[in-house]
Nanobody
Framework: QVELVESGGGAVQAGGSLRLACKVS????????IGWFRQVRGDEREGIGF????????YAPSIEKGRFTISKESDWMTLYLEMNNLKPEDSGTYYC????????????????????????WGQGTQVTVSS
């Protein structure tokens, strides 16, 4: 059974940093794509970026370069989202998501084409940035 569990959210002042983690388990496919999304104030979930087991890493065009960095453990069991220089508008719920075997749905979701095709989601972790 696939499971994604996020952690690391919390409250931080503007300008601060947080590192979110996503623990991944249950995948049996050799190819998996895992990505980060966020949902702010009830808006649609916005893609941040993803990693593919084939080595691809991409960020959403809307994400400010340099403030968000996705990385992983070598065994792919944990994915990270490092967030720097946080702003109040970064406040929201951050989700880890994954798709296996064929990653097109998650790739397109990261680019803003809708999240319905994404197969697996974590429960989310809350980030609050105060000014």
């Amino acid at each position: 059974q696939v499971e994604l569990v996020e952690s690391g959210g919390g409250a931080v002042q503007a300008g601060g940093s947080l590192r979110l983690a996503c623990k991944v388990s249950g995948f049996t496919y050799s190819r998996v794509c895992i990505g980060w999304f966020r949902q702010v104030r009830g808006d649609e979930r916005e893609g941040i970026g993803f990693l593919d087991t084939d080595g691809t890493k991409r960020y959403a065009p809307s994400i400010e370069k340099g403030r968000f960095t996705i990385s992983k453990e070598s065994d792919w069991m944990t994915l990270y989202l490092e967030m720097n220089n946080l702003k109040p508008e970064d406040s929201g719920t951050y989700y880890c998501a994954a798709q296996a075997a064929v990653c097109m749905g998650l790739m397109r979701a990261i680019q803003g084409h809708g999240v319905d095709p994404v197969d697996y989601w974590g429960q989310g972790t809350q980030v609050t940035v105060s000014s």
